[in-house]
DNA sequence: GTAATACTATGATATATATCAGGTTTTGGG
DNA sequence: CCCAAAACCTGATATATATCATAGTATTAC
């Protein structure tokens, strides 16, 4: 696989495209690689980061632990997505945990070169103030989600959400796998809920499965219970 | 009261303090002020701003119609807060509808002078995104409030929250009066459950009220019923 | 000053969801 | 291949919260 920045296409989405070439020698010079199984801890929440990471492959999940020891988990980060630039613009150690939820394969970037850039290239700085804006939208329709929505609502946006996100195989069924565990705690939920609205689903031809596997086989239906109705 | 951007002492509480003194200029002669009373809109969601409100005094909430009609309030802007950055940013229309909880005195900077600024200031720039990227924690926080406590817990870290950032008057009532109705949508529940935990929360002493306004009583009370004791 | 309208309050009931407890199945390491 | 551990599933029950209904109480408008 490509291992120079200058080269490399996960770039193209992510705000280091607006970097120059210059930059991005100097990045590629300063960055590593790192692999990851499925399940290993990439940073945890309350660590301070000297860097930040890019994701070349795979899928980690950002999350933030609650007061009653349950996972949140806030965000999906997959290819091309930059983790751990919030905490190094604000300064502050990271509010979420990082756990990879499939293998993966990162590049870190010491804070420095992301620094040094953040002042000197303003186009470069604008194009993460625009990545940050998205977030931050997102972030919103998230909290009216998670306070308006029922629990089914919810688990049945997240499997389309799954799907337009990080698509199906040749077989139709979801690329990215993840735990009931997990899928709780992305729709905020107990697991054992989570597993009973599933098998709903299942009952009601909405989704299939094989194994871990999970198929989406009613879209239509699928959002329109996303929606209310 | 001041009329000039240079000399608003509001602005040293957002990034318009990385303004330059000849951008400031242009700024301040371009903007226009604005009065609001309390339950008057600023803007809508869905609606395309062509500026930034910056706020002189008083208080906004930032609201989202959820699909099934109603009202999460996301946050509470005040004094020195820009309203409608992020749209502005990403260029998109706003997904937040503004209305004034308060009386208001707001700011009305027209996009060409930010928008100008943005691309010719990096510090106004990495400004601007300090903020975001503080904006984006606290939105993180939310969604894990959200999903797991329950409304009791977020009710009375709502009036925590009121008290740190709008303060007491004199007589140990919030200075920020809010409907129960808006409580409810700041915290995303029914109208009448918000009322009942409120009414608990007197009877048990924890605050206490007179007419509109509501007082803590025992901080220390609430706060251990926010963490969940 | 009175009518109309919004806001607050409280009870009764329904419902969604969490929790606890017991299973079965799947997975991965030796 | 087997065993232990993890993941998944299902039932029974408890609980928090929404919803519906109704009434009192402020606020505003005429």
């Known amino acids: 696989m490509e291992q120079r920045c ?21 990045v590629s010079d300063s960055k590593t690689t790192k692999v990851l199984k499925k399940g290993e801890a990439l940073f945890e929440e309350g660590e301070k980061l000297n860097g930040v990471y890019c994701v070349r492959g795979g899928v980690s999940k950002l999350s933030k632990l609650s007061p009653n020891g349950k996972d949140q988990i806030v965000k999906l ?15 502050e150690a990271s509010n979420l945990s990082a756990v990879a939820v499939s293998d993966m394969e990162v590049c870190f ?68 796998t993840l735990s009931r565990e997990d899928i ?13 609205i599933i098998s709903e689903f299942k009952k009601k031809g909405l989704i299939r499965s094989s194994g871990k596997q999970i198929g989406i086989v009613d879209e239509r239906k699928l959002q329109d219970l996303a929606e209310g109705f």
């Open 6 to 26: 200058e080269n490399c296409i996960v770039r193209q989405f992510n705000s280091l495209r607006a970097m120059s070439k210059e930059e991005l020698k100097k």
């Open 77 to 91: 980060a997959t290819k091309g997505e930059v983790m751990g630039q919030r905490a190094i613009i604000a300064e």
């Open 109 to 176: 970037i010491p804070k420095d070169s992301i620094a040094t850039t953040l002042q000197k290239n303003p186009n470069f700085t604008m194009e993460v103030l625009r990545h940050m804006a998205h977030d931050l939208k997102e972030a919103d329709d998230v909290i009216v989600n998670m306070s308006q929505k029922t629990v089914k609502q919810r688990i049945a946006e997240a499997f389309l959400y799954l799907k337009n996100n990080f698509g199906e195989t040749e077989e139709g069924f979801l690329k990215l």
């Open 184 to 196: 709780a705690n992305v729709v905020g939920t107990a697991t054992e809920s989570a597993i009973r």
